[in-house]
């Protein structure tokens, strides 16, 4: 059997926020020593081109002013060479779920799950059994109604936006300033939303899926986090088994494909509440391979039909340290 020859991994930004290609291209390369790796990204200053693991980096035009179609027929003519193409970016899934779906060389949730799964994710929570913290559907809805959502759920309270992007406000005068920002960068209130806020522990699950059949999974309890609320040490486990079973049966009825990251909150009553959906690995991916859940090597592994090497590393824990990497500035 010939090694894995290609796989291009779309989405390497890499900082305080980042974008998961980095630990998908760690994870390939730890159970595909042989294969290509690709970092794909549509900015140069995306540090993640210059990581290692990588051995070519592509940057291409940003697809979203017009280019959509440009695009998709850059992505077919990859993997129409025996190439696999992983997006680690929200937008580009949703574009590569309408044009080329069905696909296994381009592993993304079909357009009706990615619809499904879209903020407030409140058929997703119903699907896993989980409730959802009340949201605010902002639109053109009345500073009143605003005012009272507010009052009712007490601060802080998140205003995300319809793809990506959360941020909290701690008052009334954080409140608007975050609004206009956020309408800003979507181009308006229409599909900013603000949901109340869950006291308590931080617990994401990653799995991945092909054609409705999970893969695997893994839980992560955040210990430590950056400020943006993103892990910056945390531990890994087994998903519980009744939670397992309901993932499952959510893979089976949406046909999921591709990466998943479930986002949760664990009350001082131990009930676990959905914050979001997304569709694909999580950034801490490769916490989960140090702890035996090598995802993207399983998903991969399953589309190819070729055998992973990777070691079943038993490391519970993990933490981040910032590198300096060298880099074609």
């Not at 980095?22 to 390369?29: H, I, K, P, S, T």
């Not at 990615?114 to 119903?126: E, I, M, N, S």
Request: glycine fraction near 10%; charged fraction near 20%.
């Amino acid at each position: 059997m010939k090694p894995l020859q290609r796989v291009f991994v779309s989405g390497v930004a890499s900082g305080q926020n980042p974008s998961p290609g980095v630990g998908v291209a760690r994870c390939l390369r730890a159970a595909f020593p042989q294969a290509t790796l690709v970092a794909v990204d549509y900015s140069r200053q995306s540090a993640g081109l210059a990581w290692q693991d990588f051995d070519k980096s592509v940057v291409r035009p940003p697809w979203t002013r017009g280019r959509e179609s440009r695009h998709t027929e850059y992505v077919r003519r990859c993997v129409a060479a025996g190439g696999i193409w992983i997006s680690c970016l929200d937008l580009e899934l949703a574009l590569l779920a309408k044009r080329l779906p069905g696909r296994s060389s381009v592993p993304c949730p079909p357009s009706s799950a990615l619809r499904l799964a879209a903020k407030p994710a409140a058929a997703v929570g119903r699907l896993l059994g989980l409730p959802v913290p009340p949201s605010f559907q902002l639109g053109n809805a009345p500073p009143r109604a605003v005012a009272s959502f507010c009052r009712e759920h007490g601060w802080p309270v998140w205003v995300k936006g319809p793809q990506y992007g959360a941020a909290s406000a701690w008052s009334w005068y954080e409140l608007e300033p975050l609004v206009r920002r956020m309408a800003t960068h979507w181009g308006g209130r229409r599909g900013l939303q603000l949901q109340a806020h869950s006291e308590g522990q931080d617990v994401t699950i990653a799995f991945a899926a092909l054609r409705g059949e999970l893969l695997g999974a893994a839980q992560l309890e955040k210990l430590e986090r950056t400020a943006e609320g993103k892990v910056w040490s945390g531990r890994v486990s087994p998903v519980p088994a009744p939670l397992e079973r309901r993932l499952r049966a959510f893979a089976r009825a949406t046909r999921w494909t591709g990466g998943g990251e479930i986002e949760c909150v664990r009350d001082a009553l131990s009930r676990l509440w959905l914050i979001e959906c997304n569709p694909r690995f999580p950034a801490w991916i490769y916490g989960a391979a140090l702890a035996g859940q090598n995802l993207p090597a399983r998903l991969v592994a399953a589309i190819s039909g070729r055998p992973s090497a990777a070691p079943r590393l038993r490391r519970r824990g993990f933490t981040r340290v910032v590198l300096e990497s060298p880099a074609p500035l």
